[in-house]
């Protein structure tokens, strides 16, 4: 199994900006489609954006397009999510997750095989 690590979350003013990064390691990064998912609190785990094992395509929910761009250096391990735009029903944990079951357009919850513990995202109006 790949294992995950996030970092740069953090407080943020509406409006600013902030990039996550998820460094992979354990096994073949680019037999891996990766996403990003986010948990406000009390709510479910949602889908946020995903890239192909290539890097070529990219999938977003409607909420953050425009806003999000979702991105991956396969030398390097690392997916990234850079969120411009911030509002405060962003904020959330988010979570780097890898799935090797399926397309990354066809990424759910239920395709995941690993999961990143999560970084804090808050967004003060």
């Known amino acids: 199994q790949v294992q995950l690590v996030e970092s740069g979350g953090g407080l943020v003013q509406a409006g600013g900006s902030l990039r996550l990064s998820c460094e992979a390691s354990?096994?073949?990064?680019?037999?891996?489609?990766m996403g990003w998912f986010r948990q406000a609190p009390g709510k479910e785990r949602l889908f946020v954006a995903a890239?192909?094992?290539?890097?070529?395509?990219?999938y977003y929910t409607d909420s953050v397009k425009g806003r999000f761009a979702i991105s991956r250096d396969n030398k390097k391990n690392t997916v990234y999510l850079q969120m411009n735009t911030l509002k405060p029903e962003d904020t959330a944990v988010y979570y780097c997750?890898?799935?090797?079951?399926?397309?990354?357009?066809?990424?759910?919850?239920?395709?995941?095989?690993?999961w990143g513990q999560g970084t804090q995202v808050t967004v003060s109006s």
């Open positions: 997750a890898a799935n090797s079951f399926t397309t990354a357009q066809g990424m759910g919850i239920s395709s995941i095989n690993t």
């Open positions: 354990g096994r073949t990064f680019s037999n891996y489609a």
């Open positions: 890239i192909s094992r290539s890097g070529q395509d990219t």
